[in-house]
């Protein structure tokens, strides 16, 4: 049974840092698409990056480029994402994502993947 478990999220000022975790249990890791998306209250989810071949090729939503890094570590079974700079508009609660693919495109179509974590919330105050 897959399971992803996110952690991480938390209340911040404007130009703060975040860390997002997303520890993966049944799940083979490393070959497959991941990603991490989030859903402001009153807006439809987006998506936020991915890793989304067997090379690991990344994507980025245009508004977190520059800004945001996704990351993996398959040892730990652990999807990562540092947050820099962070603006209030990049509050909303943050959720990782796998697909059973490995290689997903469009990478940031979220009805690609079909497991979800329960979702951490990210608050940035200005």
């Known amino acids: 049974q897959v399971q992803l478990v996110d952690s991480g999220g938390g209340s911040v000022q404007a130009g703060g840092s975040l860390r997002l975790s997303c520890a993966a249990s049944?799940?083979?890791?490393?070959?497959?698409?991941m990603g991490w998306f989030r859903q402001a209250p009153g807006k439809e989810r987006e998506g936020v990056a991915a890793i989304y071949s067997v090379g690991g090729s990344i994507a980025y939503a245009d508004s977190v480029r520059g800004r945001f890094t996704i990351s993996r570590d398959g040892a730990k079974n652990t999807l990562y994402l540092q947050m820099n700079s962070l603006k209030p508009e990049d509050t909303a609660l943050y959720y990782c994502?796998?697909?059973?693919?490995?290689?997903?495109?469009?990478?940031?179509?979220?009805?690609?993947?079909?497991?979800w974590g329960q979702g951490t919330q990210v608050t940035v105050s200005s």
């Open positions: 994502a796998a697909a059973m693919d490995e290689y997903c495109v469009p990478p940031l179509a979220s009805q690609l993947y079909g497991y």
């Open positions: 049944g799940y083979t890791f490393s070959r497959k698409c």
